[in-house]
């Protein structure tokens, strides 16, 4: 199955169980702004984003774009949470995801080690991709920032530069609402969203 024909099935599944869902109770229990005249206004990835509660089209709010399958299928799989999320900046690392350690060599080709390898020892350069997301700096290594994905799911990046003796590099830890929100194989999409939104 290709990626783009696996996308399209994880959306149509998605909006299947969706359709018998209460979104606006769901919204509030994922902490998610409410649903206005049948559409769901919210920030992700650093984008205003409408998401239309008939459809389950996303959309971006300036252009009337499509918003990219892999960002509507995060958010799809967002609401089909049923656990209340609460905001928490406790930094999770993957491999304490439920099945991180089957999911951690993805994670690491697809996440960690592009992003070691596109900025090395560049980290003026880093820092301004970042600011491609919304996010908050933090104090930890050489550059540490906390980015915001969606709903109220945080990214934390964690960069060290490299010396004669060690190579540069990055870690990725989650917060706790993304361990419940999303299986392993979603935080890995999550995750590599960002980085490759950092390129």
Same mark, same amino acid.
């Given at each position: 199955m290709s990626k783009q024909t696996a996308q399209k099935e994880a959306i149509r599944q998605a909006v299947e169980k969706l359709q018998t869902v209460d979104l606006q109770a769901r919204c509030t229990l994922l902490k998610l702004p409410a649903i206005e005249h049948g559409q769901l206004a919210l920030r992700a990835f650093g984008n205003d984003y409408i998401l239309k509660s008939d459809t389950f089209e996303l959309l971006d709010a300036k252009t009337g774009d499509a918003a990219k399958e892999v960002d509507r299928i995060l958010m799809l799989h967002l609401l089909l949470c049923e656990l209340p999320?609460? @905001?928490s900046d406790e930094l999770?690392? %993957?491999r304490d995801f #439920? /099945? /991180?350690a089957f999911y951690l060599e993805p994670f690491l080709s697809r996440c960690v080690r592009p992003l070691v390898k596109r900025y090395g020892n560049q980290l003026t350069e880093l820092q301004k991709a970042v600011t491609r997301f919304d996010f908050q700096p933090l104090e930890i290594g050489d550059f540490s920032a906390r980015i915001h994905g969606l709903g109220c799911l945080t990214v934390t990046l964690v960069y060290r530069l490299g010396d004669d003796e %060690? #190579? #540069?590099e990055a870690e990725l830890f %989650?917060?706790? #609402? @993304?361990?419940r929100a999303f299986c392993a194989e979603d935080a890995v999409v999550l995750a590599s969203r960002i980085c490759f939104g950092l390129f």
């Open positions: 999320l609460t @905001v999770i690392p %993957f #439920p /099945g /991180g %060690f #190579p #540069p %989650f917060n706790t #609402p @993304v361990r």
